[in-house]
């Protein structure tokens, strides 16, 4: 038994191509670095309480949030000193330098760069940024205080929400808040990438990149890449394989 175990999950068969070359991204730096690799389809969802699949049964997304955090959990109670958990759509681009940092848990950098959409003069609106913190990376050791605590709350804003659940309920959004206050601990080379970031990376230069670079606390080594951003036709497929080209050549 390694003591690190990393998990990945997503439904079959996958919406696109270039997200295997993100799993086999993932799968490759697990053996650089001899650690455990599981990849579950929709049992992740087996971790859930009837009453959370019930409640979420129409919105998968916020499901898989809290499934991942009580998959993690259980990893942990089995005997794992370390828990990962990587989104399918998450590319390990320098494997060398994507170092699980020191410290009882950790999640991702969100840097996402995108236009003003508060313009209405039919102009493209500025760029603008928005530093967040994201769960596309959660990893945790058995020395943690945390993740007990964010499934707990987790549940219970699930169970108090009345309405539709926001997007992000209880993923990017409540670990944004919480981290404003209690500063978590960030591993900074775990970002994301907008689909402005994306073409200008695919361009070689340009405003959004640099703007992404200048506000990015450390240099970026894996990323998630967004299946949403190919959902909503803001980045073509094509252009995802070319991106990973790109990004695996740095």
């Not at 000193?81 to 020191?102: C, H, Q």
């Not at 601990?185 to 200048?214: C, H, R, W, Y």
């Not at 951003?229 to 094509?238: I, N, P």
Request: net charge negative.
């Amino acid at each position: 038994m390694y003591d690190t175990l990393v998990i990945q999950s997503h439904c079959s068969p996958l919406p696109y191509p270039w997200v295997e070359r993100c799993l086999d991204s993932v799968q490759g730096w697990c053996v650089l670095n001899q650690y455990e690799y599981h990849f579950i389809g929709d049992e992740l969802f087996d971790y859930l309480p009837d009453i959370f699949l019930d409640l979420l049964e129409n919105q998968r997304v916020i499901a898989s949030d809290l499934a991942r955090l009580v998959a993690l959990q259980d990893a942990l109670s089995r005997g794992y000193k370390t828990v990962v958990w990587l989104d399918a759509d998450f590319l390990i681009f320098n494997p060398e330098k994507f170092i699980l940092p020191d410290l009882p848990y950790a999640m991702g950098r969100e840097v996402w760069v995108q236009r003003d959409k508060s313009i209405k003069s039919g102009k493209p609106g500025k760029l603008k940024f928005y530093k967040k913190i994201h769960n596309a990376l959660l990893m945790f050791c058995d020395s943690n205080s945390f993740l007990d605590f964010y499934i707990e709350t987790a549940e219970r804003l699930l169970s108090l929400n009345k309405g539709t659940v926001p997007s992000q309920f209880i993923g990017p959004k409540l670990l944004t808040a919480l981290h404003n206050i209690a500063i978590f601990p960030v591993m900074e080379t775990a970002g994301m990438l907008s689909p402005l970031v994306i073409k200008d990376i695919l361009q070689g230069n340009g405003a959004a990149l640099d703007l992404f670079i200048e506000n990015s606390p450390q240099p970026v080594t894996g990323a998630n890449l967004c299946i949403s951003s190919c959902e909503r036709q803001e980045v073509s497929a094509k252009e995802m394989d070319q991106l990973i080209d790109v990004l695996l050549d740095i």
